[in-house]
């Protein structure tokens, strides 16, 4: 029956929240705010479908008619104008004083299925000062070719420098993909970049994949604090560009076998040209601060240790097995434990062999930030806290109780020095 | 006298939110954005000057800048229009400086302040494309103030980095985006309680700024979402038994099973 029926927009008055996204978005002025809800003026209505995907709580839908794609998503991407003549997938290797961030080898290995499976060059962008060995770097991680500027200006990271070094590259060389570190200083640098560009960002990515009918970088990242995840594009603007969380992809096996091109590039720019100085700089190993973002074990403590002395028990738990103390955010926001030791939205994304939720109830914002852990384990009280959702090994008990036996095992067992030595985990 | 604009959203509180449905969750000030208008207010207190609250939103929009001005904060304008409806981040940040210039042109302009990111969007974007726009000096992930040198026309900033905390120094007009460890938050006075209760805050649409219609809004947006969905469901994992009556013997089976399984993924 639903076969002859012409197709018709419709939406679920229930569950709108009259935002005014589709009104916004409809090419064909069809559909409007109407007091606290969305109302379809069918008489415009070409049932373009443009609005259903921009809807936050999905109450759009095509009734009768066979399923469609939606028209814009079936049509490839216009190869004209702006989004003509680009090509190539390129990554900006984080560095500081030669030291690569490890984020910047993930995006080599995830920018390589990118440009097999669209047919370009995977590219590093790498700026600095005798930053040659990274370049060369690049390449054992999969990297065909390198565009690099060496110039003393950049031999910190500031802003202006950087970002006026990357438009020039990506102004000459116009790559269609263009992925940064989801880090502090990457967060810095592409925001001010896509900006100038006037081109899409999309920040914070977990997820990258091509497209396969308009050959579009499809950007997964989550929203609202990790409740919801969306599917991003840049249809018209290039590059596309994405910053991607760390800890998240995969890089390759280091092939020093590899070759890379090298192609250098000047930067017109001196020291009296930056406007921001450098002044003083205080480094976290001076503070003793944790070292969370690249942890193998990580043994967090929540609201359940009951008080900021509960962190001398998971500490001593993270000491046997030679991993490092995390928390949760209700504990930092107490004042039990300082904000470099928070995992999760607001915190830190983690990624370690092995996470140890100790008293930690399993908040949304916490979850996001370490549920990728390869393996998840939570000791709590309340057998239906979030936690256990997303731990392998859950143990419903008070973490006193259990804690103590764990770190009494360890030492016992000499997990540490196993751990040290590749055996257990 | 240091002429200053805090740049604030509105947002959903997420950490209310549990579903896609985010029917009746509360609207808060965002929490970076609360640091922000409080480093603005201390940084009046010490040098003079004043203190304007800039949003973009919907009319609702106008509770969080009440917020503000129960903070301290002098004035409050909302920028609001059905025009800016589905922006991204790069209409978001050409529709907020338009704004600011605006603002610049009737007071002046010294220092921008944004909290780092929007905790619906995490994009930690909007600040950045704002300082590029207006070609101001970006100084990210502030955790504080050291010193405005208001005759040399220049600002020192301490600044969070993964490593550490940095201090660096930019001429003046400057934008900063503000973390968590900037301030603590103080109670509002009573004075500023009843002022924000009665504060009107002024609306500025499309036409009393001067934007290009086609840049504003989702017109003006590069990106577009093509899909929101739920994140996926882990597997539940396994509850090893004992937990209460012997937590000795359930610790020994949770290390017996990492064990195990740490063998077998060596394999």
């Given amino acids: 029956m639903a076969k002859d029926k012409q197709p018709r927009l419709v939406i679920e008055p229930e569950k709108c929240i009259a935002c005014g996204l589709c009104e916004a978005e409809c090419p064909f002025d069809a559909i409007h705010i109407e007091g606290d809800v969305a109302v379809i003026d069918y008489d415009k209505c070409k049932v373009c479908r443009k609005c259903i995907p921009i809807c936050p709580t999905n109450c759009l839908s095509v009734e009768g008619g066979k399923e469609a794609a939606p028209a814009e998503a079936a049509k490839p991407a216009e190869v004209t104008g702006k989004v003509g003549g680009y090509s190539g997938v390129w990554v900006f290797a984080e560095q500081d004083s030669g030291e690569v961030h490890p984020v910047s080898w993930e995006l080599l290995g995830c920018g390589r299925t990118l440009a097999d499976t669209l047919g370009c060059e995977l590219a590093a962008m790498v700026l600095g000062e005798d930053v040659e060995d990274v370049a060369i770097e690049a390449g054992y991680y999969g990297a065909d070719r390198a565009y690099v500027i060496d110039n003393p200006v950049l031999q910190v990271y500031r802003t202006s420098p950087y970002a006026a070094a990357c438009i020039s590259l990506i102004s000459k060389y116009k790559p269609e993909i263009v992925l940064v570190g989801a880090t502090t200083l990457g967060r810095d640098l592409a925001g001010a970049i896509a900006t100038e560009l006037g081109t899409g960002l999309t920040a914070d990515c977990t997820g990258l994949d091509i497209d396969e009918e308009t050959k579009l970088l499809r950007q997964t990242r989550p929203a609202f604090g990790g409740s919801i995840m969306a599917t991003i594009l840049t249809r018209e603007q290039r590059p596309q560009m994405s910053t991607v969380r760390p800890r998240v992809m995969e890089a390759l096996p280091r092939d020093e076998t590899r070759q890379i091109e090298i192609i250098s590039e000047d930067l017109a720019l001196t020291e009296e040209d930056v406007l921001t100085k450098i002044i003083g700089f205080q480094a976290d190993s001076d503070l003793d601060a944790p070292n969370l973002q690249y942890a193998e074990i990580i043994c967090s403590g929540g609201r359940g240790l009951g008080s900021p002395s509960g962190f001398e028990l998971i500490q001593q738990l993270a000491d046997a097995l030679g991993g490092v103390m995390g928390a949760s955010r209700a504990t930092v926001d107490a004042g039990w434990i300082s904000h470099d030791h928070q995992v999760g939205q607001t915190g830190i994304t983690v990624r370690p062999r092995l996470y140890i939720a100790c008293g930690i109830s399993g908040a949304i914002q916490h979850l996001v930030g370490m549920q990728s852990s390869d393996t998840i384990v939570a000791i709590n009280t309340d057998p239906d806290a979030p936690i256990f959702q997303i731990a392998d090994y859950g143990i419903v008990g008070d973490l006193y109780q259990v804690v103590p036996e764990l770190i009494r095992l360890a030492k016992e067992r000499n997990l540490k020095e196993k751990l040290l030595s590749g055996v257990a985990f | ?267």
């Fill in chain 2, 1 to 267: 006298m240091l002429r200053m604009v805090v740049c604030v959203k509105q947002v959903p509180d997420t950490t209310e939110v549990h579903t896609l449905i985010r029917e009746g969750v509360p609207s808060i000030l965002n929490p970076f954005d609360a640091h922000a208008t409080e480093a603005a207010v201390q940084l009046k207190e010490k040098y003079g000057g004043h203190v304007t609250v800039l949003s973009m939103g919907p009319p609702q929009a106008a509770e969080a800048l009440k917020k503000c001005i129960s903070f301290g904060v002098d004035r409050a304008i909302l920028v609001s229009d059905r025009a800016f409806a589905g922006a991204d981040t790069l209409a978001t940040s050409y529709t907020v400086a338009a704004g600011l210039r605006k603002i610049a042109g009737e007071e002046g302009l010294d220092l921008v302040l944004c909290g780092k990111q929007a905790i619906d969007g995490d994009t930690a974007q909007v600040g950045p494309g704002i300082a590029c726009r207006l070609d101001l000096p970006q100084i990210t992930y502030a955790v504080g103030v050291d010193e405005v040198d208001l005759e040399e026309g220049t600002i020192t900033v301490q600044r969070r980095l993964e490593k550490g905390v940095q201090t660096v120094q930019a001429p003046l007009p400057a934008l900063l985006t503000c973390v968590e460890e900037m301030n603590e938050l103080r109670y509002a006075s009573l004075p500023n309680m009843i002022k924000a209760a009665r504060y009107e805050v002024e609306v500025w649409t499309a036409a009393d700024l001067d934007t290009e219609p086609e840049r504003l809004g989702l017109k003006g947006s590069a990106t577009v979402v093509e899909r929101i969905f739920a994140p996926p469901e882990h597997e539940r994992g396994e509850i090893i038994p004992g937990g209460s009556e012997d937590p000795a013997g359930a610790a020994a089976a949770l290390l017996d099973k990492l064990i195990e399984q740490a063998a077998t993924s060596e394999e």
